[in-house]
């Protein structure tokens, strides 16, 4: 592989960085220790212009080129933060801090950016600005939004903007990337509903919600299968079923369902959540229950822009031949969506070889990526910004 050289020099030193990452593992905006290793090593590369605590606790720094004559800035963004996760893998450089793992990668991801704020401090080979983003909270705290509106993108003058991500299941150290929707938006819901308790020898006294919540579960699928249209990708998981009896002869009088919806598409969101609503109001109230929705929307779905898809994927393909530039669209979400939304850029996929796949307690980021990853931040910069 076309890796740059001084990657391959430091490839030792930002493993050993991405490890102590995975050994201290922090959560959500707290991640103030992994902030504080992040600007330290900054500052030992000559970095002087770091922000602190931008959307609670996230990073920013600006490396100047040789010339910003051009104007152009560039963002380039690695989150930070870790899963609650008991972690399971016994290696020797596994979570020191019981219940709390990086299973997810962000440990390599900031660790590969860091590998190329390193190169990009020592090679200045750009015109323009390069300005590094490490985000907290991308696990369901929407450290990205917080970010944009504490000013990410006119405080530092960013013009477009970059993130990537492994991908257990490809090879390792290979990239891959579609236009428009890669990820998808992540709305859930909470379904309280309410019958009439009562003795199990006795149903006809009761009102079961057990019953209501069954049918419930089985017609929310028809979202999937008869509303929507087949072409479009759309997914109801109803994750968590509860009542509030765990007795053998009782009917509970509530039952609580928790769950998740995941699209592609602005108007399929818009129609999986109506119809959501009007399946459990419907069907509950065939059988003589009540519902309470709660119907929160989460993440955007993650668009990439045309143009710069084709600009990832061309400085991907310096690096490692043979990109996939049609990669099927993935059902997770990412609050990169955010950032996505207010500059253009784009998002890729980088390969981690096989193994356990993303949030399993087994995880772990593949050490061998880091050249490729660091290669491609830093190649993006060189192209974009490329130095007279």
């Known amino acids: 592989m076309p890796i740059k050289n001084r990657f391959a020099e430091t490839h030792a030193e930002i493993t050993g960085w991405r ?29 002087e212009d770091i922000t602190m605590g931008v959307g609670q606790s996230g990073v920013v720094a600006v490396i100047k080129g040789r010339t910003d004559t051009k104007g152009r800035v560039v963002g380039l963004r690695a989150d930070m933060d870790a899963l609650p996760i008991l972690e399971a893998t016994g290696l020797e450089h596994a979570s020191t801090v019981p219940g709390k793992m990086h299973a997810c990668g962000h440990d390599g991801h900031t660790a590969m950016l860091l590998g190329a704020a390193q190169y990009l401090a020592e090679t200045r080979n750009f015109d323009g600005t390069a300005v590094m983003i490490f985000q907290p909270a991308e696990e369901g705290g929407g450290g990205g939004d917080e970010m944009v509106k504490d000013g990410l993108m006119d405080r530092w003058g960013i013009q477009e903007v970059y993130g990537l991500h492994n991908m257990p299941g490809h090879p390792v150290g290979e990239f891959a990337i579609r236009e428009g929707a890669l990820l998808a938006a992540t709305d859930q819901f909470d379904i309280e509903i309410e019958g009439k308790g009562g003795h199990a020898a006795a149903p006809h006294e009761a009102i079961d919600s057990n019953l209501a919540a069954a049918h419930v579960m089985v017609a929310l699928q028809s979202i999937a299968s008869r509303i929507v249209d087949p072409i479009k990708q759309v997914v109801v998981s109803v994750c968590t079923l509860r009542s509030d009896t765990d007795s053998y002869n009782v009917l509970p009088q509530k039952v609580l369902m928790r769950g998740t919806v995941r699209t592609l598409d602005a108007g399929i969101r818009d129609l999986a959540e109506e119809r959501l609503h009007e399946i459990v109001t419907h069907t509950t ?104």
């Open 285 to 388: 109230m065939a059988h003589g229950c009540t519902a309470h929705i709660s119907y929160d929307r989460g993440y955007p779905i993650t668009v990439n822009n045309p143009e710069n898809t084709v600009m990832a994927a061309d400085a991907a393909e310096k690096v490692t031949p043979g990109v996939d530039r049609d990669t099927p669209p993935i059902m997770a979400g990412e609050d990169f969506s955010y950032m996505l939304n207010v500059r253009p850029g784009a998002y890729i996929m980088l390969g981690n070889g096989d193994g356990p796949t993303v949030h399993h307690p087994m995880y772990d980021f593949n050490d061998d990526a880091i050249p490729a990853g660091c290669s491609w931040f830093a190649e993006m910069v060189e192209t974009r910004m490329p130095a007279s």
């Open 19 to 47: 490890r102590y990452l995975h050994q201290h593992p922090e959560l959500g905006f707290d991640v103030h220790q992994t902030a504080a290793f992040v600007a330290e090593k900054l500052r030992g590369f000559g970095v």
